[in-house]
């Protein structure tokens, strides 16, 4: 493998939900400086981005890619830049060029460079036929457009790691939960949004039925879990090393409407479940994460009743600053 051009770290698709946690997280650890953002939009005036370099790059082009990665010393990718499972779904043509055609061109690049890379993965590589607690050994047969290029990137980078050498390292993220972003157009984003109108509007139409069940995780572990796996010794890693389940917590829609309507007395929701009710039935109600236990020592910190706790206080919080 190549010698890295430097050390520093650049982040794809920096505006997203995950993103906007990560960049933070990574400038509080490592400095300002250190982190390249990226994404192909620019960061707006109305939401939260952390300060910081910030350049524009869309990931469909590999040749911007690396001269950003030689120019400003990069030794380190997070590729976050992706089209999720509910926009996939209606332009199934831009979900496979960004996120199939976006994880070559950052591979490309780790092994042109000796490059490490962080590629998430996603509870959606699983299909109708896996079982309600989906194994990290679970035959990966997804129906959606967004599942099979998530299995696409995980088979991807176990290439480019067995051939090349390229240090690749991924998570199986369940839906994510967070307030300072929005969620990004995925199936889990209900979970996101009843927050948000729970607490503005006291009311929310939810897009999936009231006995959907998903795997999900509160935001603090998805970045906890990243920084772990990134940090831990290679000689660590298994055979899952792109795609490790992590389990956070596992909740229907209803269950979730009544811990919020527990804090909020006045709060009311309605199901009215769209097209994203047939992904969300496509996918496990949860996952076991046995292997990340083992090699890196997994293990989730936030419950139901902590993560709606603190998703209700830090909204409340931001709406009165
Ligand atoms: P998001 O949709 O919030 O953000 C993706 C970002 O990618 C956006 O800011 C978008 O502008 C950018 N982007 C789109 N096309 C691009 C291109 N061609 N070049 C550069 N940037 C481009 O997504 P997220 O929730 O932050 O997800 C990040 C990663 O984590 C994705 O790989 C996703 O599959 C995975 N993941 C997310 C979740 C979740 O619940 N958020 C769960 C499982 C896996
Ligand atoms: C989506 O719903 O598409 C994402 C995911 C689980 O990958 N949040």
Redesign the pocket.
Known sequence: MAEPPGDRILVTGALGQIGTELVSALRNKYGKDTVLATDIREPSEESYFPDGPFCNLSVLDGEALEKIVLDEGIGTVFHLAAI???A?EKNPDLCHRVNVGGTVSVLEAARDFGLKVFAPS???VFGPDSPNIASQKTPLNPTTI?GKT?VTGEVLGMNYFKQYGVDIRGLR????ISWRAP???????YAVDIFHAAVKDGHYDCFVSEDTR?PMMYIDDAIRATECLMEVDGSRLGPSRAGYNVRGISFTAGELADKISERIPEFTCDFNPDFRQE?ADS?PDDIDDGPAKKDWGWQAEFDLDRMVDEMIDNLRKNQSS
């Open positions: 999720l499972s509910a996939g996603s509870i959606a967004y998530k993220f369940p839906g994510l969620a990004g157009g995925g199936t889990t984003d998903l992904v996918w």
